[in-house]
């Protein structure tokens, strides 16, 4: 079992930054691929950004791109998102979940949300413009 909880969501101006945070504990932080994905109202959950175990591999929706950047310590059991140059187009709630069979990316890593087991309740991120 693994349960996450994230935080750091909030209001923002278009252009502001925002650090999202996502706690995870119950099984070996360090040994699983994570990922953050989100959902807008009335849309699909859809990913954002994965990291695998160590943090050395990352991969982007095309949309966060040069934006966004996921990273992880795992002496924390955190992974993190860091978010700048936000529009509006990135309100949504914000999830982070656990892919535990694996540590390293799959090649659907970032397609397949089915690959994760877990996931948190969520952190909500609106952006005004």
């Known amino acids: 079992q693994v349960q996450l909880v994230e935080s750091g969501g909030g209001l923002v101006q278009a252009g502001d930054s925002l650090r999202l945070f996502c706690a995870a504990s119950?099984?070996?932080?360090?040994?699983?691929?994570m990922g953050w994905f989100r959902q807008a109202p009335g849309k699909q959950r859809t990913s954002v950004a994965v990291i695998n175990w160590s943090g050395g591999n990352t991969r982007y929706a095309d949309s966060v791109k040069g934006r966004f950047t996921i990273s992880r310590d795992n002496a924390k059991n955190t992974v993190y998102l860091q978010m700048n140059s936000l529009k509006p187009e990135d309100t949504a709630v914000y999830y982070c979940?656990?892919?535990?069979?694996?540590?390293?990316?799959?090649?659907?890593?970032?397609?397949?949300?089915?690959?994760?087991?877990?996931w948190g309740q969520g952190t909500q991120v609106t952006v005004s413009s």
């Open positions: 119950g099984r070996t932080f360090s040994s699983y691929v």
């Open positions: 979940a656990a892919d535990v069979g694996r540590s390293e990316l799959s090649p659907t890593a970032l397609n397949n949300r089915y690959n994760y087991d877990y």
